[in-house]
């Protein structure tokens, strides 16, 4: 009986959830998967500011991984990978186990960037990857700084000028005051090294944030390179100092160490180069998807929706270089909807350069997420 090639996903991310999914509909499959993650549980990063917010309970964003796994019809292994050897074929954890593989993908996600920044008081930073833990981190840190706080204010910071850290900036202060009470005393500030917030983003809705953020009561420092985190305050390259008793850290993208390790050409900030197939190394086959890859003729932004639409040519192309057919290739799409959750029960939406705002945009936005949710979540019959 011949031997069924076995497949490595290593991280549990949009691009890897999704062939699970796909694999619980796939009569005879054709290969063994084994998802590697240091998490038991994936969490859904387009549903964080609503927890946050109050909009959703904490379970509605997370995925159970052995559950998920199990309906699959895959193996499920939690560990902290220490070392990718492509010769040998095999992964090796911390722990001094070892994983055989003939086909790999890595989609292992990225890391806030925190390169050049002086760390003086590092217990006051919370940074918002591994998103798994984040709630629980950011909670530990929020019940420190407010049972030893001085003055009768709370000043927190967000870094970062992504939608993301937009998102979190709207949604901090209703997480916290109702944690610790709705009179307490509140400042939350958006600081980013950029001229504005998201650069990316057409005027009218740039303007749109600014309006949502400042009816939110979040100040917003532009400009703003962080070089050093002190106790209690930010100090920026040009001499500010921004008040900060916690610091949420949600800069853009770099590469996770392990990333680093993997003999394969990586680009600047050492995520994995992939051509077009999303295929990074030949023999053994090793593809990288979502934010560990980078296309090296076609870089896109670090963004959740590259990743999902990645899905399909992954799940293809897993089977094609067992098969020995063509791969199909990946092209990132040049525009894609975006909606801003601003914690207030509204959302701002831009759609090729047009924008809009209100309750029924975060019908929109809640819609489409549960119903990403509910796909991931579903039986195999159902």
Not at 135 to 145: K, P, Q, W
Not at 191 to 215: H, I, K, N, Q, Y
Not at 293 to 307: F, I, Q, R
Request: hydrophobic content about 40%; some cysteine; overall charge positive.
């Amino acid at each position: 009986m011949a031997r069924v090639p076995r497949v490595v996903l290593v991280g549990a991310g949009h691009t890897h959830t999704g062939v699970l999914t796909r694999l619980r509909h796939q009569r005879r499959p054709v290969f063994h998967v084994t998802c590697v993650t240091d998490h038991a549980l994936a969490a859904y990063s387009g549903m964080l500011p609503g927890v946050l917010g109050g909009q959703y309970p904490r379970s509605l964003m997370e995925i159970d991984l052995a559950s998920m796994c199990a309906s699959a019809g895959a193996e499920l292994i939690v560990g902290q990978v220490e070392h990718i050897n492509l010769i040998q074929c095999h992964i090796r954890f911390t722990d001094g186990r070892t994983l055989p593989f003939d086909v790999l993908s890595i989609g292992v996600g990225s890391v806030p960037s925190m390169d050049d920044v002086e760390m003086t008081a590092p217990e006051q930073v919370v940074p918002t990857k591994p998103m798994q833990t984040f709630l629980d981190r950011l909670d530990a840190g929020l019940d420190r700084v407010i049972g030893s706080r001085v003055t009768s204010e709370l000043a927190i910071a967000v870094v970062g000028g992504g939608l993301g850290s937009i998102e979190l900036a709207c949604a901090l202060a209703p997480h916290v005051r109702a944690r610790h009470g709705a009179h307490l005393a509140l400042r939350v500030t958006l600081v980013t090294r950029d001229s504005r917030l998201s650069a990316d983003l057409a005027p009218s809705t740039a303007r749109r944030v600014a309006r949502a953020l400042e009816s939110r009561g979040v100040s917003v420092v532009t400009a703003a390179r962080v070089t050093r985190v002190a106790d209690g305050a930010l100090e920026l390259a040009d001499g500010r100092r921004v008040p900060s008793a916690l610091t949420v850290w949600a800069t853009g993208a770099t590469a996770p160490p392990i990333l680093r390790t993997l003999d394969v050409p990586h680009d600047a900030r050492g995520f994995v180069l992939t051509n077009a197939t999303l295929r990074a190394h030949l023999d053994p086959p090793v593809f990288a998807v979502g934010d560990a890859g980078t296309l090296a003729e076609d870089p896109s932004p670090k963004a959740g929706v590259y990743a999902v639409r990645q899905t399909d040519v992954l799940w293809h192309n897993l089977h094609a270089v067992i098969d020995g057919r063509p791969l199909r290739t990946f092209t990132p799409q040049r525009s894609f909807l975006r909606l801003i959750n601003t914690g207030d029960g509204r959302a701002i939406g831009e759609w090729k350069g047009r924008s809009f705002e209100g309750r029924p945009v975060w019908r929109l936005k809640d819609r489409i997420d549960r119903r990403f949710m509910s796909r991931l979540r579903e039986s195999p019959h159902g």
